[in-house]
Structure formats: structure tokens, C-alpha cells
């Protein structure tokens, strides 16, 4: 497929740039690539400054930039508000049409006698639906998936192969699940009790509402009671834990293997980064950020960006960071005053100031 600059540049709402001769944006673009792989006749995209090297070296026809991007480049540029989200869009008119499901029920698959299914609902080879389940109109149901009794599915889901959905579980419109994952396990709940760990039952549900999309093997646990509930939009990347009882609230952000520990409460807006783990029981507001690796152990106001474990404001993560990395130096130079404490003494005959031992 060939499209020329000019109408990519109408497909996502951009402003040509450095095209004097007016004849480059009709020049055709056949693709697109990242910064480092684009050749000549592609378009690529410009968001993050450390990448100007590589973009002024790039060999692209074309580049998608922010609206105040003023470097000189060789490819045509293309002035957007968001350059990735311009590039995502481009992209789909590249990307080869994408894998359709035709409505049915194939042969293999297990349907229970009671089961609802809206219209154009497909389910996959091996797909095991059990009694009381109500599917949505036009959703997937992807080979291997097991849906449990009772469990609700909304509207143009899409359960990719080898998703388990206990139980009772609710699922809203427009919810994306990966392979993998499992909804609807038992909390991790335990009571010691006569020299023996005694298992608590788990008799609630997990809520998942609508615009949620769950990565690759993920869990999510079942309240004790109650609900475990993860709200409208939020996305959720692989292997994520979320344990009985938590609530997540609208839009957030959880990146892969974040740990959250039960009852605690996430507001909305939320952004965890890689591997987080907060602990139970706790309350963290709207719009709080979180960097990769940090741990929560108390609740967190509304609006705080946190880094470090146990997590703290990051300008304080920061100066504390910046001392740490100067303790060999400082241990140097307190041996120095040690050995020249001691020569004076020996000199002198006069016992110093005493210094407390190494520890």
C-alpha cells in the first residue's frame, strides 16, 4: 500500500513542515518503522528527546514530530500534538487486516443447555462454557477458554485462548483478556489455628467493568466477600497480581508483575510501574505515580509522585539517593582523620577525642 505524505499528514490532523519545494509531500510512503529501523519511502515518529541523534541520522522519508519541534531535519516533517498516538493511528492503515472471527459455536466446544448468548457471539474449539453464563452480542470466546457458572460477559469482548473465568465473575462491554490469565481464584486467605494454617473461605466475586483490558497471565483474586472490582478503563499488563478484596479504581495504569496485597484501595488515575508492591489494607488517591520496583507500605495522598522502597516523594528519593552514592567517598575520608587522630596522639602523648567504633 502507498499513500503520500500529505494525506497521512489529513489522516491524523498534521501540519506539513521543511517542504519548501512543495513537491516532497507528494512523495509516497509504503510503511513505517521506529527511528532506528525507518529506510527511505517510511515514516517514523519522534517523542522522546534523547532519540534526536538517531532521528537526525534516520534515513525516513518522513517523521511525525510535536507541534514545538523546531531541530533540522532530512525527512519531511509531519507536526502533530502526539506523535506516538499519530504513529499508532498510521499504523493501522499498514498493518495487515486483522484476524476475524466468524459467530457460532464450533463443534468442539462445551455449552451449557442454559447458557445466554447475545447475537454474533463465536466460540472457539475446546471453549468450556458452564451452566447460568450470559455471553454478550458479538463477543469472543477464544479456544480453551473456560467460563465458569454464572459468570456475565458484556458486549464486544474479546477472551483470547486459555483464559479462565471462575465463578460468578462480572465482566462489563468491551473488555480485552489475554491468554493466560485467571479471574476469579481463591484470595490467598489463611487463619493459624491449632499448630495448622486453616483456609478461609472466598465467597465473593471479581467485578471487572467496562474498557478494561487484562494482559498475559494475570491473576486476579476473588473477594473473601464481597467483591474484588477493577474499574472502567483501566489496562493491566502482564503478570500482574491483584489479590482478594482490592479495588481499583477508573483509568488506571498497572505495569507488569506490580503485587497488590488484599483490601487496599487504588483511586483513580493510578499509574504503578514495573514490579511495585503495595501491602494490604492500605488507601491511594487519585493520580498517584509510582516508579518501577518502589514498595507502598502506607496509605498515599491524592497527586504524589513516589519513588524507592519504602516509597517516598521522588525529590527526597533523589537527595537521599545522591548522599548514598557519596558514602565510599565520606568512609575515605573518616579512615584519613582516624590515621591522622592517631599520629597526633602518638606525637603529642595526649589522648584525642575518641571515636566510636566501626560497626
Known sequence: MNITVNELAALVGGIVENDDAGNRSNAQIHGAASIADAAEGQITFFGNQKYLPALKACRASAALVPLDFSESISAIQIKVANPSLAFAKILEKFAPAPITFAPGIHPSAVVADDVALGENVSVQPFAVIEPGARIGSGT??????????????????????????????LIGARVTIHSGTVVGSDGFGYEFSGGKHVKIPQIGIVQIDDDVEIGANVTIDRARFGRTRIGEGTKIDNLVQIAHNVVIGKHCILVAQVGISGSTRLGNYVTLGGQVGVAGHLEIGDRVMVGAQSGISKNIPTKQLLFGTPAMPLDEF???????????????????????????????GEKGISLPPES
Do not use: F
Not at 146 to 153: K, Q
Not at 161 to 168: A, D, N, Q, Y
Not at 319 to 347: M, P
Open 140 to 169: 469472543i470466546i477464544g479456544a480453551h477458554v473456560y467460563v465458569g457458572h454464572g459468570v456475565t460477559l458484556g458486549e464486544n469482548c474479546k477472551i483470547h485462548p486459555h483464559v479462565t473465568l471462575r465463578e460468578g465473575t
Open 318 to 348: 533523589k537527595r537521599i539517593r545522591a548522599y548514598t552514592n557519596r558514602l565510599e567517598k565520606l568512609y575515605e575520608r573518616v579512615k584519613k582523620l582516624e590515621e591522622l587522630l592517631e599520629k597526633s596522639e602518638q606525637v603529642s
